[in-house]
């Protein structure tokens, strides 16, 4: 059987995009929603056997108003020598140029809080939010964004706006009717109908050190565009935010996922109270249970995850759990999937307990969890970056457990690249440098102070975003 592909794009003006391989199921690829490459999906709850008409122009009126059309304008690299002297807002492989692109946003708040997708506005310069119709066109400004979820948080300026009221991700079942509400192909205000087909989908297509992938599966129609987009149950209440497509053209070929409308609302409330997603850890990791796993370990069915290792002296190695555990309940809720298991624990903010239910050589135990921050307490975290106009990027310390997870002693992480001297150095977005010329910091500013004065031969180890280890080195006058 050929391998399926999955492929993150990023649309510039609704059709040239970049891409990013996995596996899936043949001949199929999978389009991240991204800046006018998304789709959008949308979920119902109906107890008739009948389905009538009226069900869907309800639901239709209720969703499309809150959804708008997001227009993006960022910088990008067209090819130029790459001999000349790359400090001049001159990337390594070119001079940076204006591109268009654009996806779909969802109005939460009649103050103008509108949640999309972070690959919708990643590296934006300006966003521009059309309401329903063109009607009335906004400027809006990033409150925050979480890649681990590729959700992003917006807002403008507006009141009395239409916005969808939140439904509940956790009782959207199999089967039911949803509708999509979005704009592909910058067909404004389209809505598609379908059902759920499946729920706690894990597709790999998270580009982080911590992804959280729990997607709704549907098979209402979305193409390019949808990105950001509603997904709505038959009583007019968001389920989900549509994030990818599964298709073999780019276009709808049956498959959408769209993030579930309980972590929306977990990280929109984190980003307006904190500007930071308050993440709780707990100090493990599990996998899913396979048919191989199932038979090494007797078991005659896979509910719930293993757990594969536990972190000494961590959250979950002081609550008493062990590695080889079986985790069947979360806070009362059934585990039988890793990306259930991590959606679960997403609702949580640090300080709180995860009470799990485990199997341990055939009993049932319960033990409860207190999640710890990124930075190994129970303290909220709020933004902490460095911005440096004349590097043209933002820096921010790295975690301790992500410091510990990637075995560095010590990071910093670039983001927001713009025009700047950062630019023209070939690094990306949510690098992570390490070192420069053999020395390395503990805090941005002080890397950013050498950064701005550095001169001669310069060398920069780090990580990217997936894992890998980069150096660059190039020579500045």
Avoid: C
């Avoid at 199929?28 to 929603?33: A, F, K, P, R």
């Avoid at 959700?151 to 199999?174: M, Q, R, Y």
């Avoid at 709180?352 to 303290?379: Q, W």
């Amino acid at each position: 059987m050929k391998k399926w592909t999955i492929i993150s794009v990023s649309f510039i003006s609704g059709i040239v995009g970049a891409f990013v391989f996995s596996e899936l199921k043949p001949n199929t690829v999978l389009y991240q929603v991204s800046a006018d490459s998304q789709n959008s999906v949308s979920s119902a709850n109906y107890n008739s056997t009948m389905l009538e008409s009226s069900s869907f122009v309800k639901a239709s009126k209720d969703a499309t108003p809150a959804v708008v059309f997001i227009k993006t304008l960022s910088n990008q690299r067209n090819y130029v020598d790459p001999f000349f002297d790359f400090w001049n807002n001159m990337d390594f492989f070119g001079r940076r140029g204006p591109v268009a692109s654009s996806g779909s946003g969802v109005i939460l708040t009649e103050d103008g809080y509108i949640v999309t997708n972070n690959h919708v506005v990643k590296d934006a310069d300006v966003i521009e939010v059309i309401t329903n119709n063109q009607k009335q066109s906004y400027k809006a400004k990033i409150i925050g964004a979480d890649p681990s979820t590729d959700l992003a948080l917006l807002k403008i300026e507006g009141s009395n706006l239409p916005h969808l009221t939140l439904g509940n991700s956790d009782n959207v079942e199999i089967g039911e009717w949803v509708i999509a509400v979005g704009n592909p192909f910058n067909l404004t205000s389209t809505v598609t109908a379908g059902i759920v087909s499946a729920k706690g989908r894990n597709i790999n297509i998270v580009n982080n050190q911590f992804p959280i992938e729990s997607f709704i599966q549907t098979d209402a129609a979305i193409n390019p565009g949808n990105s950001g987009g509603a997904l709505v149950d038959l009583n007019g209440k968001l389920i989900g935010i549509n994030t990818a497509i599964a298709s073999n053209t780019g276009s709808y070929n049956g498959y959408g996922f769209a993030i579930p409308v309980n972590i929306v609302s977990k990280i929109v409330k984190d980003l307006i109270e904190f500007k930071e997603v308050q993440r709780g850890f707990t100090g493990m990791e599990v996998k899913d249970i396979d048919a191989e796993l199932a038979k090494k370990l007797n078991i005659n069915n896979n509910l719930g995850v293993y757990v594969s290792s536990v972190l000494a002296e961590g959250p979950a190695d002081n609550a008493g759990l062990r590695a080889g555990d079986i985790i069947i309940k979360v806070n009362g809720r059934d585990i039988d999937s890793k990306s259930i298991f991590d959606e679960h624990i997403e609702y949580l903010r640090p300080g709180e307990k995860a009470k799990m239910t485990i199997v341990r050589n055939g009993k049932e135990m319960e033990f409860a969890v207190s999640l710890l921050n990124r930075e190994g307490t129970t303290a909220i975290m709020r933004k902490g970056t460095v911005s440096s106009d004349i590097l043209g990027a933002d820096f921010q310390a790295v975690p301790k457990i992500e410091k510990d997870k990637l075995g560095i002693k010590n990071g910093i992480r670039i983001s927001n690249l713009r025009q700047g001297r950062m630019a023209g150095m070939g690094l990306s977005d949510g690098f992570i440098i390490i070192s420069l010329n053999k020395k390395e910091y503990e805090k941005p500013d002080e890397l950013i102070k050498d950064l701005e004065k550095v001169r001669g031969q310069i060398v920069i180890d780090g990580i990217f975003p997936n894992g890998g280890r980069g150096v660059f080195s190039f020579y500045s006058n």
